[in-house]
Nanobody
Framework: QVQLVESGGGLVQAGGSLRLACAAS????????MGWFRQAPGKEREFVAA????????NYADSVKGRFTISVDNAKNTGYLQMNSLKPEDTAVYYC???????????????????WGQGTQVTVSS
């Protein structure tokens, strides 16, 4: 069984930065692809960013492209989401997700993932 725990959320002013972390336990992080999703009040959970297990391939939602960066540190079993130039519309609960991936694939849909963290709140004030 895999457990994912997010951290790093908080309150920040527009234009600021936050770095979210997703610590995995229960198995080695290598060969597991990772994604970040978010859910704002009254909205469905949406894709934010994804990365292959090797870290060599990434994908981003258009709304965050150029502002957010996803990365993984397999030695630490931890994934990250660096968020810069934050906007009020980035306010949401952010979730990390993981799944086994045999190749250099990334995944962008909710139901592609088998394991989810509990979420961390990010609030951006205007």
């Amino acid at each position: 069984q895999v457990q994912l725990v997010e951290s790093g959320g908080g309150l920040v002013q527009a234009g600021g930065s936050l770095r979210l972390a997703c610590a995995a336990s229960g198995r080695a992080f290598s060969t597991y692809a990772m994604g970040w999703f978010r859910q704002a009040p009254g909205k469905e959970r949406e894709f934010v960013a994804a990365i292959s297990w090797s870290g060599g391939r990434t994908n981003y939602a258009d709304s965050v492209k150029g502002r957010f960066t996803i990365s993984v540190d397999n030695a630490k079993n931890t994934g990250y989401l660096q968020m810069n130039s934050l906007k009020p519309e980035d306010t949401a609960v952010y979730y990390c997700a993981s799944r086994y991936a045999a190749g250099s694939y990334y995944y962008t849909k909710n139901n592609d993932y088998d394991y989810w963290g509990q979420g961390t709140q990010v609030t951006v004030s205007s």
